[in-house]
């Protein structure tokens, strides 16, 4: 859409250094002295957008043969509630877009010009009702109004006619606030080119103009003329074309103008003598006239054959009026005005296959002065045939200096027959300073190869600083918004895409998920938000929920998940949800809205059905809702890390391949997760920096890396990871230096990297010895390829192929093979093993008599006792197996124990007075436990900590503690409120060594009775190696999945779950059941699944690998029952796993509702 259109011409006039000047106002009616301040009746030209609804039940919308009328209004400027109204109705006449005006479906364009009405609230449109079918349905008018910067929505979605609606024919619009878009505003700049008295020197050619303010602020670049006619009306010999536009105001000060042309028409070389451009001063009272000198030629056969150029201002001409009346004007040079430089751009063609290019080739390069504009690559300097396969290009730039320069982009238009291309790298030398650039390249720009772009940014090898320009969507500028070098910007500094997502305050991550229903209007275009708001009705900013590039809205029945970031408003009562839509087109039938935070390690699930539409249900587009109403779902607190990768200076030592990361603390681990690539990470001498989201398990004691080994760059050179805690500032350090490649290196594509705290590393390395022992029973061996990984309290070993053994044949029947795993971090003492294989082989089923695991640094051996078959046709047909370590005893549970109980006093208030506990545990009641106050052994002073013992019968896994502040008997207690402040409590069972953490923070007040009282949930658990090995003990589980009931609910995949409990997870396990045919729709299926016991249920996994006729699936829930206990555990899901239906996805993650 061309927002500047050609309005009116002017005869040719004679400049005042003799050249003729043909003048053309675009998208400016009037000469400049007319826009002067002084001129209150100054005019602004709008562009007029009206879009005309498909309306189903009527054959025709448009009018015709009507007049069409507008009247825009505007505010004072002092914004008191007064109109400033153009003069008279507009007729709408000439549409930029259609010559048959207001049909149905249509969107017309065109320009209106009025009076400078400030800011618009109102237009009124309405037309004559004449012609056979006058009747018209409106849909919405947009108004476009440069000098602003504003794009302005007036909905509408009601009929102009007679006999339809209420009969209206003219009706006022007002401005949806929420629809306007916002963008630098336009400013009025007449622009003077002169052509040179040489032979041959006008052109036919397009020529276009960009101007540069300070901190490489520009306009667009912009084509002088608009159409053939033009083209040859200008810019001919000893003449001065003359050009009035609105254009971005790049600030005070003009450094540069680049002018150049299209290389079009019979005689496109142009010898351009100067360019001069006058505007308006800052305050208003004046003009000022740019003069920026050229006398080259813009021609392929002339000069340095260089069709741009980039040109600096040599003097100003400034017109001033004064107080009295009177015109001051002022000649002077302009300081200090930037150099012309020569840049010899040296591009380095990869030595591989295939790797030169015949495609024309395109370079920008960006300074902190600015840039170059696209620029052809044309001549080599050093060769005739360029980009040749292991060879270099010198090419020369002419451009204004650009500074420090720290990215280029590399482009090919993809023509000729060889038209991939691989860059290897590109130096760039400014021949005047001998400042060099280096950029490491090592990509293809082709449509077949690795990601098929043929446009790369690349990024100066030493730049450390903001890469946005990467972002692809709006979860990028999210990210950004979380990093630690936000906290040091002033946020009213940022402009571009981030300022729409920069805010003040705390910031943490949301993830938003929205359902539309299914009605066949349900769905909408419009732009979504949320706010959140919490705790004394604190409210976040308008957090929009856009969808990624390419998709529009939100479809019927469709599934978008959001990753957002707004204020931490702390714990979350309501959120409002809307969209900026007011037509009927933007109607929205929102189904569900989830809401997960993970730094609170809640999720809510709201079960909305209903309508946000002005013209559904109760006609409103913004509900708040009450998350009382929720369902609340534990998903495990997180804790924000800044996560920096660097990858090796080494030739190929960026990937193409995916990433994982698993995570080890003293606290537990995380599931391997996906580092998101994105579109220009881990390249080879570039450090990345992304916001992770982790478990508590900190301080970190190990990191695994692995790669799948995929893509068209396989391998990795991995220098080191630093974690950075976001809330603290402690750094965690991972080192590696190697690469993860089946041919490099180690050729390994996983590997492990010790924690380096302050310089000391958390972990020991060693060595393990596995002996296998297979049973000696009929058909015990196997062909199938055999797995385990060992678990310990310092972690798991990871997957581990058991593939080299002394034995050439392994695992035959009565046999013993040995492997051996060096170079690996210690586990410390083992507790578990987990066995299976991949069933493939003549004879795959095994029978294990047992495995011992030797920990060669220790000199320790450790057993591990099996006798069962893995197998799908033998036993219980279980090919996964999970084992106890002989070594460790297991003790009879508990009956009495010590607890520790360590509490620590706030700021906030002591007391003299007496505390009481009560210690709810998952398996009993402790009896009241009081702490008694007294003059020789105070207590519960401010800042101090005090530690006490009791001891009570077992209590299991502490879940929570009753708190309370009593009075001393025969104590008088005053009329004001006497509080004590906890801050912290810790317990300690002292058989086990289990840590539970309590973090209060509240005020207590003074009572006389034990029935006043506060409750704390327990915020951390930390449980000792030696209570884990205690619950090891194997355990079945019966997991009963449950269908929906919708049409095609079913499924005919392979079905799979992992189920994750406090003390680990079972591993990935296959639902199946012979000569049943499972899953169907309203069915509920059963199935028990053998491991050792997972403690308390924390999520579980369901997933199908999409195979068989109808793949798709309708899940309703999940139970899991522990049959030793008896306890069920109740995962609800209510959504699809299928590729076509709401999210796309295959997997669900289920978590037991709170």
Same mark, same amino acid.
Request: glycine share 8%; aromatic share 12%.
């Given at each position: 859409?061309?927002?500047?259109?050609?309005?009116?011409?002017?005869?040719?006039?004679?400049?005042?250094?003799?050249?003729?000047?043909?003048?053309?106002?675009?998208?400016?009616?009037?000469?400049?002295?007319?826009?002067?301040?002084?001129?209150?009746?100054?005019?602004?030209?709008?562009?007029?957008?009206?879009?005309?609804?498909?309306?189903?039940?009527?054959?025709?919308?448009?009018?015709?043969?009507?007049?069409?009328?507008?009247?825009?209004?505007?505010?004072?400027?002092?914004?008191?509630?007064?109109?400033?109204?153009?003069?008279?109705?507009?007729?709408?006449?000439?549409?930029?877009?259609?010559?048959?005006?207001?049909?149905?479906?249509?969107?017309?364009?065109?320009?209106?010009?009025?009076?400078?009405?400030?800011?618009?609230?109102?237009?009124?449109?309405?037309?004559?009702?004449?012609?056979?079918?006058?009747?018209?349905?409106?849909?919405?008018?947009?108004?476009?109004?440069?000098?602003?910067?504003?794009?302005?929505?007036?909905?509408?979605?009601?009929?102009?006619?007679?006999?339809?609606?209420?009969? $209206?024919?003219?009706?006022?619009?007002?401005?949806?606030?929420?629809?306007?878009?916002?963008?630098?505003?336009?400013?009025?700049?007449?622009?003077?080119?002169?052509?040179?008295?040489?032979?041959?020197?006008?052109?036919?050619?397009?020529?276009?103009?960009?101007?540069?303010?300070?901190?490489?602020?520009?306009?667009?670049?912009?084509?002088?003329?608009?159409?053939?006619?033009?083209?040859?009306?200008?810019?001919?010999?000893?003449?001065?074309?003359?050009?009035?536009?609105?254009?971005?105001?790049?600030?005070?000060?003009?450094?540069?103008?680049?002018?150049?042309?299209?290389?079009?028409?019979?005689?496109?070389?142009?010898?351009?003598?100067?360019?001069?451009?006058?505007?308006?001063?800052?305050?208003? &009272?004046?003009?000022?006239?740019?003069?920026?000198?050229?006398?080259?030629?813009?021609?392929?056969?002339?000069?340095?054959?260089?069709?741009?150029?980039?040109?600096?201002?040599?003097?100003?001409?400034?017109?001033?009026?004064?107080?009295?009346?009177?015109?001051?004007?002022?000649?002077?040079?302009?300081?200090?005005?930037?150099?012309?430089?020569?840049?010899?751009?040296?591009?380095?063609?990869?030595?591989?296959?295939?790797?030169?290019?015949?495609?024309? !080739?395109?370079?920008?390069?960006?300074?902190?002065?600015?840039?170059?504009?696209?620029?052809?690559?044309?001549?080599?300097?050093?060769?005739?045939?360029?980009?040749?396969?292991?060879?270099?290009?010198?090419?020369?730039?002419?451009?204004?200096?650009?500074?420090?320069?720290?990215?280029?982009?590399?482009?090919?238009?993809?023509?000729?027959?060889?038209?991939?291309?691989?860059?290897?790298? !590109?130096?760039?030398?400014?021949?005047?300073?001998?400042?060099?650039?280096?950029?490491?390249?090592?990509?293809?720009?082709?449509?077949?190869?690795?990601?098929?772009?043929?446009?790369?940014?690349?990024?100066?090898?030493?730049?450390?600083?903001?890469?946005?320009?990467?972002?692809?969507?709006?979860?990028?500028?999210?990210?950004?918004?979380?990093?630690?070098?936000?906290?040091?910007?002033?946020?009213?500094?940022?402009?571009?895409?981030?300022?729409?997502? !920069?805010?003040?305050?705390?910031?943490?991550?949301?993830?938003?998920?929205?359902?539309?229903?299914?009605?066949?209007?349900?769905?909408?275009?419009?732009?979504?938000?949320?706010?959140?708001?919490?705790?004394?009705?604190?409210?976040?900013?308008?957090?929009?929920?856009?969808?990624?590039?390419?998709?529009?809205?939100?479809?019927?029945?469709?599934?978008?998940?959001?990753?957002?970031?707004?204020?931490?408003?702390?714990?979350?009562?309501?959120?409002?949800?809307?969209?900026?839509?007011?037509?009927?087109?933007?109607?929205?039938?929102?189904?569900?809205?989830?809401?997960?935070?993970?730094?609170?390690?809640?999720?809510?699930?709201?079960?909305?059905?209903?309508?946000?539409?002005?013209?559904?249900?109760?006609?409103?587009?913004?509900?708040?809702?009450?998350?009382? &109403?929720?369902?609340?779902?534990?998903?495990?607190?997180?804790?924000?890390?800044?996560?920096?990768?660097?990858?090796?200076?080494?030739?190929?030592?960026? $990937?193409?391949?995916?990433?994982?990361?698993?995570?080890?603390?003293?606290?537990?681990?995380?599931?391997?997760?996906?580092?998101?690539?994105?579109?220009?990470?881990?390249?080879?001498?570039?450090?990345?920096?992304?916001?992770?989201?982790? +478990?508590?398990?900190?301080?970190?004691?190990?990191?695994?890396?692995?790669?799948?080994? +995929?893509?068209?760059?396989?391998?990795?050179?991995?220098?080191?990871?630093?974690?950075?805690?976001?809330?603290?500032?402690?750094?965690?350090?991972?080192?590696?230096?190697?690469?993860?490649?089946?041919?490099?290196?180690?050729?390994?594509?996983?590997?492990?990297?010790?924690?380096?705290?302050?310089?000391?590393?958390?972990?020991?390395?060693?060595?393990?010895?596995?002996?296998?022992?297979?049973?000696?029973?009929?058909?015990?061996?196997?062909?199938?390829?055999?797995?385990?990984?060992?678990?310990?309290?310092?972690?798991?070993?990871?997957?581990?192929?058991?593939?080299?053994?002394?034995?050439?044949?392994?695992?035959?029947?009565?046999?013993?093979?040995?492997?051996?795993?060096?170079?690996?971090?210690?586990?410390?003492?083992?507790?578990?093993?987990?066995?299976?294989?991949?069933?493939?082989?003549?004879?795959?089923?095994?029978?294990?008599?047992?495995?011992?695991?030797?920990?060669?640094?220790?000199?320790?051996?450790?057993?591990?006792?099996?006798?069962?078959?893995?197998?799908?046709?033998?036993?219980?047909?279980?090919?996964?197996?999970?084992?106890?370590?002989?070594?460790?005893?297991?003790?009879?549970?508990?009956?009495?124990?010590?607890?520790?109980?360590?509490?620590?006093?706030?700021?906030?208030?002591?007391?003299?007075?007496? !505390?009481?506990?009560?210690?709810?545990?998952?398996?009993?009641?402790?009896?009241?436990?009081?702490?008694?106050?007294?003059?020789?052994?105070?207590?519960?002073?401010?800042?101090?900590? &005090?530690?006490?013992?009791?001891?009570?019968?077992?209590?299991?896994?502490?879940?929570?503690?009753?708190?309370?502040?009593?009075?001393?008997?025969?104590?008088?207690?005053?009329?004001?409120?006497?509080?004590?402040?906890?801050?912290?409590?810790?317990?300690?069972?002292?058989?086990?060594?289990?840590?539970?953490?309590?973090?209060? &923070?509240?005020?207590?007040?003074?009572?006389?009775?034990?029935?006043?009282?506060?409750?704390?949930?327990?915020?951390?658990?930390?449980?000792?190696?030696?209570?884990?090995?205690?619950?090891?003990?194997?355990?079945?589980?019966?997991?009963?999945?449950?269908?929906?009931?919708?049409?095609?609910?079913?499924?005919?995949?392979?079905?799979?779950?992992?189920?994750?409990?406090?003390?680990?997870?079972?591993?990935?396990?296959?639902?199946?059941?012979?000569?049943?045919?499972?899953?169907?729709?309203?069915?509920?299926?059963?199935?028990?699944?053998?491991?050792?016991?997972?403690?308390?249920?924390?999520?579980?996994? +369901?997933?199908?690998?999409?195979?068989?006729?109808?793949?798709?699936?309708?899940?309703?829930?999940?139970?899991?029952?522990?049959?030793?206990?008896?306890?069920?555990?109740?995962?609800?899901?209510?959504?699809?796993?299928?590729?076509?239906?709401?999210?796309?996805?295959?997997?669900?993650?289920?978590?037991?509702?709170?």
């Amino acid at each position: 859409m061309n927002y500047f259109t050609v309005d009116i011409h002017f005869p040719n006039t004679i400049d005042w250094r003799g050249f003729p000047v043909p003048i053309l106002h675009t998208c400016m009616p009037l000469t400049l002295e007319r826009l002067h301040a002084t001129d209150p009746n100054r005019e602004r030209q709008f562009l007029v957008l009206l879009k005309f609804f498909l309306y189903p039940s009527k054959s025709s919308l448009g009018p015709h043969c009507c007049l069409y009328t507008l009247q825009v209004f505007g505010s004072c400027e002092n914004h008191l509630p007064c109109s400033i109204i153009s003069p008279g109705m507009t007729l709408l006449k000439s549409s930029k877009t259609n010559s048959d005006k207001f049909e149905r479906d249509s969107i017309e364009i065109f320009t209106v010009e009025t009076l400078d009405l400030g800011d618009l609230w109102k237009v009124r449109i309405g037309h004559d009702n004449t012609g056979k079918a006058p009747g018209w349905f409106v849909d919405w008018v947009e108004v476009d109004a440069p000098s602003l910067g504003k794009c302005m929505t007036f909905p509408c979605g009601r009929w102009l006619a007679k006999n339809e609606d209420d009969g $209206t024919i003219v009706r006022d619009l007002f401005h949806a606030e929420l629809q306007t878009r916002r963008y630098t505003p336009f400013v009025p700049y007449e622009i003077t080119l002169y052509t040179s008295d040489v032979f041959a020197a006008g052109t036919d050619a397009n020529i276009f103009i960009v101007i540069y303010g300070c901190d490489a602020v520009c306009t667009q670049q912009k084509y002088l003329c608009t159409n053939k006619r033009e083209q040859k009306l200008f810019f001919e010999r000893k003449s001065a074309s003359r050009f009035i536009m609105e254009l971005e105001d790049v600030g005070e000060i003009i450094e540069k103008i680049r002018i150049g042309h299209d290389n079009t028409g019979m005689n496109p070389g142009w010898h351009c003598s100067h360019v001069d451009i006058r505007r308006l001063l800052p305050d208003k &009272d004046g003009t000022e006239t740019l003069t920026f000198p050229c006398d080259r030629w813009l021609a392929t056969s002339e000069d340095d054959k260089k069709t741009i150029r980039e040109l600096v201002p040599y003097d100003i001409f400034t017109e001033k009026y004064m107080r009295d009346g009177s015109l001051r004007q002022v000649y002077k040079e302009v300081e200090e005005p930037l150099d012309i430089v020569l840049y010899s751009v040296q591009i380095f063609t990869g030595n591989v296959p295939g790797a030169g290019t015949d495609a024309k !080739v395109y370079i920008t390069i960006y300074g902190d002065l600015g840039d170059t504009g696209e620029r052809y690559l044309g001549k080599s300097e050093n060769r005739t045939n360029k980009f040749e396969r292991g060879t270099a290009d010198t090419f020369i730039i002419e451009a204004a200096d650009l500074g420090v320069i720290y990215k280029i982009k590399l482009r090919h238009d993809n023509t000729k027959w060889c038209a991939d291309w691989y860059v290897e790298k !590109v130096e760039i030398w400014n021949d005047t300073n001998e400042d060099e650039f280096l950029f490491l390249c090592g990509r293809w720009l082709s449509l077949k190869k690795e990601d098929g772009r043929l446009e790369r940014l690349f990024y100066e090898k030493e730049y450390t600083g903001d890469r946005s320009s990467n972002c692809s969507s709006p979860a990028d500028f999210w990210e950004i918004t979380l990093s630690s070098k936000m906290a040091d910007i002033d946020i009213a500094t940022v402009t571009g895409p981030m300022a729409d997502y !920069v805010q003040e305050g705390p910031v943490i991550p949301y993830y938003v998920s929205v359902t539309t229903g299914k009605h066949r209007d349900a769905a909408t275009e419009s732009r979504a938000y949320v706010i959140l708001i919490g705790q004394e009705d604190e409210r976040s900013n308008r957090i929009w929920l856009d969808c990624p590039r390419g998709k529009k809205g939100f479809s019927c029945g469709s599934v978008e998940e959001f990753y957002v970031a707004g204020l931490d408003v702390g714990i979350i009562k309501k959120i409002e949800l809307g969209h900026d839509g007011a037509s009927p087109e933007s109607c929205w039938l929102v189904e569900e809205l989830c809401l997960a935070v993970p730094t609170q390690g809640t999720k809510y699930i709201l079960r909305c059905n209903c309508w946000l539409a002005k013209d559904r249900g109760d006609g409103v587009t913004s509900r708040v809702f009450d998350l009382l &109403d929720a369902m609340v779902v534990n998903i495990g607190v997180k804790v924000l890390y800044e996560m920096t990768v660097w990858t090796g200076d080494v030739v190929g030592g960026g $990937t193409d391949s995916n990433i994982f990361m698993t995570l080890y603390g003293i606290n537990g681990s995380t599931e391997e997760v996906q580092l998101d690539k994105k579109k220009a990470r881990f390249e080879r001498e570039q450090n990345d920096t992304f916001i992770m989201e982790i +478990l508590d398990i900190a301080p970190f004691t190990k990191m695994r890396i692995r790669i799948d080994g +995929l893509g068209s760059r396989p391998e990795w050179f991995l220098e080191r990871i630093l974690l950075k805690n976001m809330n603290t500032g402690d750094l965690t350090m991972f080192y590696y230096g190697d690469w993860l490649s089946q041919r490099k290196g180690k050729k390994t594509l996983v590997c492990e990297m010790c924690a380096v705290i302050d310089g000391e590393e958390m972990m020991e390395w060693t060595s393990y010895t596995v002996s296998v022992k297979t049973s000696d029973v009929l058909g015990a061996g196997t062909d199938a390829n055999v797995f385990i990984i060992i678990f310990g309290e310092n972690g798991d070993s990871g997957t581990l192929a058991l593939k080299q053994s002394a034995n050439w044949n392994k695992f035959e029947r009565n046999s013993t093979d040995t492997f051996n795993f060096s170079d690996m971090l210690s586990l410390g003492h083992l507790c578990k093993l987990r066995v299976w294989h991949d069933n493939k082989g003549i004879f795959p089923g095994w029978h294990l008599s047992h495995v011992d695991v030797k920990d060669n640094s220790r000199d320790e051996t450790f057993r591990f006792q099996c006798d069962c078959w893995l197998s799908k046709s033998e036993g219980d047909r279980q090919t996964v197996r999970d084992f106890a370590c002989a070594n460790n005893e297991i003790q009879d549970e508990l009956e009495e124990t010590t607890y520790e109980i360590v509490i620590e006093t706030g700021n906030g208030g002591e007391t003299r007075e007496n !505390v009481w506990l009560i210690l709810e545990g998952r398996k009993n009641r402790s009896k009241e436990f009081l702490v008694e106050n007294s003059s020789r052994q105070r207590a519960f002073r401010k800042g101090t900590t &005090d530690t006490f013992e009791f001891d009570s019968v077992y209590l299991g896994d502490i879940a929570s503690l009753c708190v309370g502040h009593l009075a001393r008997e025969d104590r008088f207690i005053p009329k004001r409120e006497l509080v004590w402040h906890v801050k912290t409590i810790t317990i300690t069972e002292m058989e086990y060594g289990n840590v539970y953490f309590f973090n209060c &923070d509240s005020l207590i007040p003074l009572k006389r009775k034990r029935k006043y009282f506060k409750v704390f949930e327990v915020t951390k658990t930390t449980e000792s190696f030696a209570s884990k090995v205690q619950s090891l003990v194997p355990v079945k589980y019966e997991v009963i999945v449950t269908t929906g009931y919708e049409p095609g609910a079913g499924t005919d995949a392979n079905v799979f779950v992992t189920i994750f409990g406090s003390n680990g997870d079972t591993g990935k396990r296959e639902l199946k059941q012979k000569m049943r045919n499972l899953f169907e729709r309203g069915s509920t299926d059963r199935f028990f699944l053998e491991t050792l016991e997972l403690g308390e249920l924390r999520k579980v996994r +369901l997933e199908h690998d999409g195979s068989g006729c109808r793949p798709g699936w309708l899940v309703d829930r999940v139970e899991v029952t522990n049959t030793s206990s008896g306890v069920a555990t109740v995962f609800t899901c209510g959504r699809w796993l299928d590729k076509k239906r709401g999210d796309g996805l295959t997997w669900r993650d289920l978590f037991p509702s709170v």
